[in-house]
């Protein structure tokens, strides 16, 4: 028996030992796996954070062997393809002995480096993605071993959301970068706005520096709140974590913010329905330890959507007294406070409660008003132990009889440390006196008896924080009573409203700040509304319209600036259609100077109440030099045309003065081959000269001849001015020059022409010790000389009665200055004449324009001057001229020459 059993046993205790022998085999430690998470962004940017804290604590529950190796990209703050480049060279280098069992990737730029570089860092290696945007499906189906989750946030139902809870809502302002993300933000918010059947407008900010948006943000109006998607780079190009912008964000704003994003939660915004990147990161390492695991990536769908979270932030909820009751079902809300102990034990309270109440029901019984008594001191102890406000007694003698523990909260000092303070310790010296006269004045009324008993007064004040620090404190002050209404002592309600003072004086200062702008324009600047009431007036309409600031406002825009009460249907057409309108406009002022003004009206857009802002500006000096530079170049091209003109002009001019001066030779000169050739006609010389001196022919002749020098005098000038060559140029006195101009035209009595410009009155104002200026002498006198014979003309015969001097009611006269002016000599020649037309002045440049008659100019004059002055000695040339009020003149020459 004892063999047969070993026989039996032997085989059955060998199997065992097999089975043994495989079992711990099979149950040794498998080998570790590598897991690369390649984030897109930088270590501390919270939704990178949360992605990564997530795979970590996933994978460890359910890939413990796993060992995850995280890298960062960094590529908010650096990118572009070197950059990329060396990225794989050193994860070349560092994972040169490491091989990855799987590779994780957050967001889009490290999923496409992932797959860019794939062949070289991750040959073969499943890849899982997360927090992807760009996702496009023929893109990612012919990809093996690629599958992962898709980020999708629910930006219309964080709006939706949003408008429910604030149903007056006029403005969504959107605060978004111009960043791949915020790209990508715009066009699904584009798509949205297409859709959304809700009256309201959206605003969007653009990328301006952080603190023009900041200044953008602290104005919005009422029934506006702000969706903030993204805002990681500014326009001056500096660039901000999620926390840094959602903190000066939130800052600087005054409305509700909302968001899609959970990392912005606890940060500044109210709520919204939510993306957490924790949700991503927990599902990419479930689908990495499936794929640990033996799973096939293929297999997995890729997951297109994560619903998001509606999630609210209390502080926020009850800072815009949104009623929680309003919230969708199965809201998660931060922030709210921990219950008090009664709150948290309040079946075991109402345990005791009952149990007392049972045990002690004969001694209640019998102390009913005791116990009634301290049970109102109780409650009233515990909402007064349990307010944030201070709440404070004094006796009659004013000596503080209790403290609420919240003192400490607000100003540091615990109750007891309070009432060891002197008076002078808790208060500045005008708040004490103020609150002694207060209590003295109720004191006093209370006496007197004439004024109700439940009245209570409310004064502003500063106390002195633990720190050292002010804190602005509004306590309401009351008498405490018995229910006889006796007077028991004082009772006071104080409340710490230093932020609220603070927004006031910024608001204030800002306020201040917007109307110094307003008033250092250089233009008059009006607001009104869509009634055509002034609601804004600047110091310069002030002077422009002499009616104060006080007088315009709410006034008719018609009666405080009645220059523009014809342009009041624009305005309202304007405001109306929501467009810019410019109107230029004309006008002579007293002294009959032609003015421009522009008027601009822009409608106010994104404001509560529809109105508009009218900006005037005097643009005449604008639209002067505008005409110069047109008369500018209209003198280089035609000067180009009369210059050619002059050339072809010349030779036959040429032959006409060598004819004519011939014909004089041969009809006056005594020559023997005139004499014979008289002889032979049966006459003589001498006949012939007494024939034609009476008929003045030799007179004519000459004449004939000087007009020709003449015309070859004008063309050689034409032909001089319109050629580039080396001038002659010398130190010349500008004063002196003016004067032996002024010399010549005195020389030059006419009277055809009907004027002796030595009865013209000359005033000087030269400037004393005025340098001397580089010029060509000649040149620069015939520039003066031009421009005095034509003043003298028009001033003697420019009036319909063609005037003479005797006949001026005021004497004709030129007022002439010259002074140093931005190292340029300047010369001012001012007549009182009849002055000339905006048409003719415009033209007054141009060669062969005249207004006077064939006989009596050739229009080449004031052209030749101009080039004179600009073209061969680089100053300046200009006519001013109002019809009526004389002419003006203005020459400047450089100091140094050109």
Request: net charge neutral.
């Amino acid at each position: 028996m004892p063999d047969r059993r070993i026989k039996k046993t032997g085989p059955v205790f060998i199997r065992f030992l097999v089975l043994l022998a495989a079992a711990v085999l099979f149950a040794a430690p498998a080998t570790a796996k590598n897991v690369l998470l390649l984030n897109s962004y930088h270590d501390g940017m919270i939704w990178t954070d949360e992605i990564t804290q997530a795979v970590q604590s996933e994978l460890a529950e359910k890939a413990p062997s796993a060992s995850v190796h995280v890298e960062y990209m960094d590529s908010k703050r650096y990118f572009g393809s070197d950059y990329y480049h060396s990225l794989q060279t050193f994860f070349l280098e560092k994972f040169r002995h490491t091989e990855f069992d799987a590779v994780i990737t957050s967001d889009d730029n490290a999923l496409n480096f992932a797959l860019e570089h794939r062949s070289s860092l991750f040959p073969g290696t499943p890849i899982i993605f997360c927090g992807v945007n760009h996702y496009d499906k023929e893109r990612f189906d012919p990809l093996d071993n690629v599958t992962g989750i898709v980020e999708s946030y629910d930006l219309a139902g964080t709006i939706e959301l949003a408008l429910d809870l604030h149903p007056h809502t006029r403005t969504i302002f959107v605060v978004n970068d111009n960043t791949p993300t915020g790209r990508a933000n715009r066009k699904v918010i584009d798509r949205i706005v297409t859709g959304l059947n809700r009256d309201v407008a959206f605003q969007f900010s653009g990328t301006p520096p952080m603190k023009d948006l900041q200044a953008k943000l602290s104005s919005l109006p009422e029934k506006t709140i702000v969706l903030l998607c993204s805002f990681n780079r500014d326009g001056a190009g500096n660039t901000y974590t999620y926390r840094e912008s959602i903190r000066l964000i939130s800052r600087a704003c005054s409305v509700p913010i909302y968001g899609f994003w959970g990392f912005y939660l606890d940060r500044g915004i109210v709520g919204g329905s939510l993306t957490f990147g924790k949700d991503h990161g927990k599902q990419a390492a479930q689908m990495a330890a499936k794929v640990l695991n033996g799973t096939d990536p293929d297999s997995l769908d890729i997951i297109t959507r994560i619903d998001g979270r509606s999630a609210f932030d209390y502080k926020k909820l009850q800072q815009f007294k949104i009623n929680r009751q309003t919230l969708p079902e199965n809201s998660s809300i931060i922030n709210i406070p921990a219950p008090s102990f009664i709150q948290e034990h309040i079946g075991l309270v109402i345990f005791i409660l009952v149990t007392l109440a049972v045990m002690l029901t004969s001694i209640l019984l019998l102390f009913a008003g005791f116990s009634a008594k301290r049970k109102s001191e109780y409650k009233y102890r515990l909402l007064a132990d349990n307010s944030n406000d201070i709440i404070w007694t004094r006796d009659l003698d004013l000596n503080v009889t209790y403290l609420s523990p919240s003192i400490e909260k607000i100003l540091g000092y615990t109750p007891k440390e309070s009432m060891k303070l002197s008076n002078e310790q808790k208060m500045p010296q005008p708040s004490l006196e103020k609150m002694a006269s207060l209590f003295s004045e109720e004191i006093e009324n209370e006496k007197k008896g004439n004024l109700p008993p439940n009245r209570s007064r409310t004064v502003e004040i500063q106390m002195y924080r633990k720190d050292g620090t002010i804190a602005d404190i509004e306590t309401t002050v009351g008498f405490l009573r018995n229910r006889k209404g006796t007077v028991l002592g004082m009772l006071g309600i104080s409340r710490d409203i230093s932020q609220r003072k603070a927004a006031e004086k910024e608001l204030k200062e800002a306020g201040l700040y917007i109307n110094d702008i307003i008033n250092s324009m250089p233009s008059v600047l009006m607001g009104v509304d869509r009634n055509g009431l002034v609601t804004h007036w600047n110091t310069l309409a002030e002077e422009k319209t002499g009616n104060s600031r006080q007088k315009a406002l709410h006034n008719n825009l018609e009666t405080v600036y009645p220059e523009i009460a014809d342009e009041l249907e624009t305005i309202r057409t304007a405001i109306r259609e929501q467009k810019v309108i410019r109107i230029r406009k004309e006008r002579l002022t007293e002294d009959k100077e032609q003015r421009h003004e522009e008027i601009v009206i822009y409608p106010l857009t994104g404001s509560r109440e529809p109105g508009a802002v009218i900006r005037v500006e005097d643009i005449t000096e604008r639209v002067r030099m505008t005409d110069l530079m047109i008369q500018s170049e209209k003198m280089l091209s035609v000067g180009g045309l009369a210059a050619g003109m002059a050339h072809e002009i010349n030779n036959p001019l040429a032959g006409m003065i060598q004819n004519a001066e011939v014909v004089i030779n041969r009809l006056t000169g005594k020559l023997p081959a005139n004499d014979a050739a008289a002889a032979e006609c049966g006459t003589d010389m001498e006949t012939i000269r007494r024939f034609m001196e009476n008929r003045s022919i030799p007179g004519l002749l000459s004449n004939v001849t000087a007009s020709g020098m003449r015309a070859a005098k004008i063309v050689n000038n034409m032909l001089s001015f319109s050629k580039k060559r080396d001038q002659v140029k010398e130190l010349a006195d500008i004063r002196q020059l003016i004067d032996m101009s002024i010399e010549l035209a005195q020389n030059d009595y006419n009277i055809k022409k009907n004027h002796d410009f030595r009865r013209i009155e000359i005033r000087k104002d030269y400037q004393q010790n005025l340098p001397s200026v580089q010029c060509e002498p000649s040149k620069i006198e015939q520039v003066f000389l031009n421009i005095l014979k034509n003043g003298a003309e028009a001033m003697i015969t420019g009036n319909p009665e063609n005037r003479t001097e005797t006949e001026t009611a005021e004497p004709p006269c030129f007022y002439i200055k010259c002074v140093l002016s931005n190292n340029e000599v300047k010369v001012e020649i001012r007549d009182n004449g009849p002055g000339m037309p905006e048409n003719v002045r415009k033209r007054l440049f141009e060669p062969f324009f005249t207004t006077k008659g064939p006989e009596k100019g050739t229009g080449l004059g004031l052209s030749v001057a101009y080039f004179i002055i600009t073209q061969n000695h680089g100053g300046r040339m200009s006519v001013e001229s109002v019809e009526g009020a004389g002419t003006k003149f203005t020459i400047a020459l450089p100091v140094n020459g050109t």
